[in-house]
């Protein structure tokens, strides 16, 4: 019968789906997430959404460098079979199976491709949140209790990359990664003008580092006044480590940093007074908000 020269030669890719049934199961063999052994929440580090995404990003790197092997070979090992039942030998079968293999190796390196470039985008945001995270914590003295600060609090269906409490307001603080731009006689440029409503970089500029910057100031601001049960002074702080800030033309409502100055910036920018009932209410409700992790994993808008 026919058909079976078609049927048998699946024997031989048996042991290449045993191993890719392998392959997606250790997939998620390795969590970074770690928990802790008081009350079972997810400890939270500084920039913990990008970590999270880093590791789904390094999955999908074993998974596509793993199954690409297995799925460009399986045309070529059932074009083998093919040849072994054949009673005749149909050299455009085997052209095409040939054919096949060739498209299906450029998909996955595309996909590789794809997934090293995301990795580096991933690396490059989950360094510029410790470098921040590592300059908010000066605000933190043995001596100095009022500063308090928390590391990817939960949102409206996004992360806040870090929330700082003190004594004279809280702050927003938003950090965002970009790589600065490179001269033709290879002098690095990295001084960014910052107007109303955009950034100009050299050579773009960009609206929604602001816009995200405002959206999540203003989600604080409503949340924290339902919690407290009165006004909060809240102001938003957008970083951008390892630029030069020109902000000649910078909106009132927001401030942008580069970085290295944040936590010089954060105490001597003073918003207002505030009460310690006040102080130590919105501490609670952080603390509660970033304490809800059941959650679904939140794809923060920080890269």
Not at 136 to 163: C, K, M, N, Q, S
Request: net charge neutral; with cysteine; charged share 20%.
């Amino acid at each position: 019968m026919a058909w079976l020269e078609y049927l048998l030669p699946l024997i031989f890719l048996f042991p290449l789906a045993a191993t890719a049934l392998i392959v997606v199961a250790l997939r998620n063999l390795h969590d970074a997430r770690v928990r802790s052994p008081f009350d079972a929440h997810p400890l939270r580090e500084p920039g913990q959404a990008l970590r999270d995404r880093l590791d789904r990003a390094f999955a999908g790197l074993f998974l596509d460098g793993a199954l690409g092997p297995i799925v460009t070979l399986a045309p070529l090992v059932y074009g083998m079979g093919r040849m072994l039942f054949s009673s005749e030998q149909d050299w455009i079968e085997w052209a095409l199976y040939g054919a096949l293999c060739t498209l299906l190796a450029l998909v996955f390196c595309f996909l590789l491709i794809r997934d090293f470039q995301r990795i580096r985008r991933l690396k490059l945001g989950l360094a510029c949140e410790l470098a921040v995270g590592q300059e908010l914590e000066r605000l933190i003295r043995p001596e100095a209790h009022p500063y308090y600060v928390f590391h990817d609090v939960p949102g409206d269906g996004y992360t806040i990359d870090h929330v700082a409490v003190t004594p004279h307001g809280i702050f927003v603080v938003e950090t965002r990664a970009r790589t600065p731009a490179i001269t033709p006689g290879g002098r690095e440029v990295n001084l960014v003008a910052v107007e109303p409503d955009r950034l100009r970089f050299p050579g773009w500029s960009e609206r929604r580092p602001l816009r995200k910057t405002r959206q999540a100031t203003r989600w604080l601001t409503g949340w924290l006044e339902h919690q407290v049960g009165g006004p909060v002074p809240v102001k938003g702080v957008l970083a951008l480590p390892g630029w030069e800030i020109d902000a000649s033309q910078a909106p009132d409502d927001l401030l942008v940093v580069g970085g290295g100055d944040l936590a010089r910036r954060l105490t001597a920018t003073r918003l207002g007074e505030v009460d310690d009932a006040t102080h130590d209410a919105v501490i609670t409700a952080l603390r509660h908000r970033a304490s809800l992790l059941d959650l679904p994993p939140l794809e923060g808008p920080s890269v």
